[in-house]
């Protein structure tokens, strides 16, 4: 991992402000004392972490095995003002994503329950929003159990969430309002609250700052800031977490002051995963350092149309960042003039019900009134995000003189749907996954960014735009002209709007081709197909487990590898071009060896290390090698190799793995393959016998 720029980490900070909207610490249900369990920053304040001497001693009779290593990957995870329950002063923190519909976060739950029963004194879990689009009831379900933190604390949160969890098939407004009934809440109350909206905000930011830490699949857990992708089974948590108690074991011994531990353990931390290593499943922003196309079409626009540098702007009117970031815009057309033009996109989010009909008026207001309309309208929606309704919406259009019979009617009509979807569809193409994401002359900048991370990206912009004009591009010319060099497709594009969310328990029928390099013998009763990418980390990562996986199951597995190299790895498709030339030269044999040797040298995978990588082999032609590497139907046949899974719609990263047709995703510890290889072999003990 690495630290992000220092911009995410200021936004980061100014994000936990708008996180800690839970109840009062002077709340009395909050207080341990009382038989609650602790808030979050109850437990991990200053005076919260200290350890009792008698607590230390429990910590040093333990036998937890090896503390972990000190570079250990760790994540800056913010805990304050989050409900949790567990340990009152915990030794290890669980922070975990989640969402109330997606089944893979309900399959952790268990876990998470034998976890806190086998560490009664030392761990708490810290619950965090992390609500996915493509489930219809995450956000409403989400702002419940807000509403129920606000009404009665961090007792009356887990009562709902525990019914949200039991009952993820019935999350209709009916159902929640019954499930706050059945946690002792007035249903009433509730409602109000809900339709007041005045929690959504809370469960957005969450969201928010899951997206600033890299995070967007769920669930995604973090122990003490270490990350665990995925519904992993019992055994991989308590590895970690028994790491972790062997550290706190240790720093006992040597007397070391325990206050704090958790703002210890994340001191100097990566304030966001690494930008090109996302969880498995994990939806990505597109590459700041790769320029998209974006084109401007006749949309909403300020600033002269011969400027230097353009911002597309993908939007959400009822989006608390898009607002928060409106100020800064405004500076940035103050300090740069006729130099800037800011253009703007729809990008409704589907959980915030009145993004879309407020797109649809300020779309209505450009239509009649043109530039000086729709941005009256734009800086109006977002002065006051509460007044987004029906009736808030017409109020706008009577004190702005506009025709609200035509408003009317056109909504009615559906007049500008298309326009905004086919935003919302450019935003899917670019990479735009969430709101505010801003192109500065095709170079992207994701979040409500602070002034000095615009002004940065726009003085580059000006100085690769004038540029251009002192070698002849007019003025008005220079984004055209920069779009010509630009992807029309994100390199870490979103999953499409079509696409499936990933189903447990599901059997990919996906056939094994006859001629992908494989090792293990062909009646092997268990076939597991990679799925990988030579300059993955990941996938380089999970090696030394593979080759323990093999050692322990030795000939009830197959091994099958399926390149599957990731459009923003540069070297990723010519590695994989390389690899199956040898494969064809030399067979497994030799393959495999390149395989080994490619891994090994992931930071030199140029086409002259290629083509080195693979003489060092002995008996392969590297002319041959080389003229594959020229030849662009080597990368065509690449590319179908990937069509089977993508039919299929499964949405996968890498490394991810068929075994035996059910999906595990990601660089997975040896309990995770173990306990999907001893089920696999026991579903085809019958066909055995």
Not at 261 to 273: D, P, V
Request: aromatic letters at 8%.
């Amino acid at each position: 991992m690495k630290l992000s720029s220092w911009p995410a980490a200021v936004a980061l900070l100014t994000l936990l402000a708008a996180c800690s909207g839970g109840p009062s610490q002077a709340d009395p249900s909050d207080s341990p004392a009382s038989g609650g369990e602790a808030t979050a920053s109850g437990s991990h304040g200053a005076q919260g972490d200290s350890v009792g001497a008698g607590q230390v001693r429990d910590l040093m009779a333990g036998d937890y095995g090896e503390p972990p290593a000190e570079d250990v990957e760790r994540v800056a995870v913010p805990v304050d003002g989050a409900p949790v329950r567990g340990a009152s002063q915990p030794t290890v923190t669980l922070v975990v994503f989640s969402d109330f519909q997606c089944p893979f976060c309900g399959r952790l739950e268990p876990t998470l329950a034998r976890l806190r029963s086998a560490y009664p004194e030392d761990l708490a879990v810290v619950f965090r929003h992390l609500p996915l689009p493509f489930h219809e009831h995450a956000q409403e379900a989400a702002e419940l159990s807000e509403v129920a933190y606000d009404l009665g604390g961090n007792e009356a949160f887990w009562r709902v969430h525990g019914l949200l969890f039991q009952n993820q098939r019935d999350l209709e407004r009916e159902d929640l309002l019954r499930y706050a009934a059945a946690a002792g809440l007035d249903p009433n109350v509730v409602a109000q609250r809900l339709d007041a909206g005045s929690v959504s905000a809370r469960v957005d930011a969450s969201a928010r700052m899951a997206a600033l830490l890299g995070i967007s699949g769920t669930p995604s857990t973090f122990v003490n800031g270490r990350p665990i992708v995925g519904a992993q089974p019992y055994e991989a948590f308590d590895a970690v977490v028994r790491q972790e108690l062997a550290l706190a074991a240790r720093e006992a011994s040597q007397g070391l002051d325990r206050r704090g531990l958790y703002a210890r353990r994340i001191a100097g931390a990566a304030t966001r995963l690494e930008d090109d290593e996302p969880p498995a499943a994990a939806r990505r922003e597109p590459d700041p350092d790769v320029r998209m196309r974006v084109p401007i079409g006749n949309q909403p626009s300020r600033g002269p149309a011969d400027a230097l540098v353009t911002i597309v702007e993908f939007s959400d009117f009822q989006c608390p960042f898009c607002a928060h970031v409106e100020p800064t815009l405004q500076a940035l057309r103050e300090r740069y003039g006729d130099d800037l033009r800011i253009v703007w996109r729809n990008n409704p989010l589907p959980f915030h019900q009145n993004a879309r009909p407020a797109a649809v008026a300020a779309m209505e207001a450009y239509e009649q009134g043109g530039n000086d309309a729709f941005w009256h309208m734009h800086d109006a929606l977002f002065a006051d995000q509460t007044q987004l309704d029906q009736a808030g919406r017409e109020a706008l259009f009577r004190r702005t003189q506009l025709d609200l019979s035509k408003l009317r009617r056109n909504t009615q009509r559906h007049t500008h749907d298309a326009a905004i979807d086919e935003d919302i569809a450019l935003a899917a193409r670019v990479g735009a996954t969430g709101t505010p994401i801003f192109f500065i002359n095709g170079r992207s900048l994701r979040g409500a960014q602070p002034l000095p991370a615009f002004t940065a990206a726009v003085d580059a912009a000006l100085i690769e735009a004038r540029a251009a004009v002192q070698q002849g591009t007019p003025r008005a010319a220079v984004y055209e002209a920069l779009m010509q060099g630009a992807l029309a497709d994100a390199p870490t594009r979103a999953p499409r709007p079509d696409a499936r969310a990933p189903e447990p328990d599901r059997v990919y029928d996906i056939a094994v081709p006859s001629d992908a390099p494989s090792r293990g013998p062909a009646d092997a009763p268990v076939v597991i197909q990679q799925f990988s990418d030579f300059q993955c980390p990941f996938c380089s990562r999970v090696e030394p487990t593979l080759a323990h996986v093999r050692e322990v199951y030795g000939d009830r597995v197959r091994w099958v590898w399926r390149n599957y190299p990731l459009p923003f790895h540069e070297h990723a498709m010519p590695a994989a071009v390389a690899a199956m030339e040898v494969f064809r030269q030399g067979g497994a044999a030799k393959f495999w060896a390149y395989h080994d040797l490619l891994f090994a040298n992931q930071r030199d995978l140029s086409d002259e290390h290629l083509v080195q990588w693979a003489g060092q082999l002995g008996g392969i032609r590297t002319a041959a090698v080389r003229r594959a590497l020229g030849d662009s139907q080597a990368s065509t046949r690449i590319n179908a190799e990937m069509d089977p899974m993508r039919a299929a719609g499964a949405q996968i990263g890498t490394p991810s793995f068929l075994i035996n047709g059910h999906l595990l995703q990601g660089a997975q510890p040896f309990e995770a393959f173990q306990q999907a290889i001893d089920q696999a072999l026991q579903e085809s003990a019958p066909a055995r016998r």
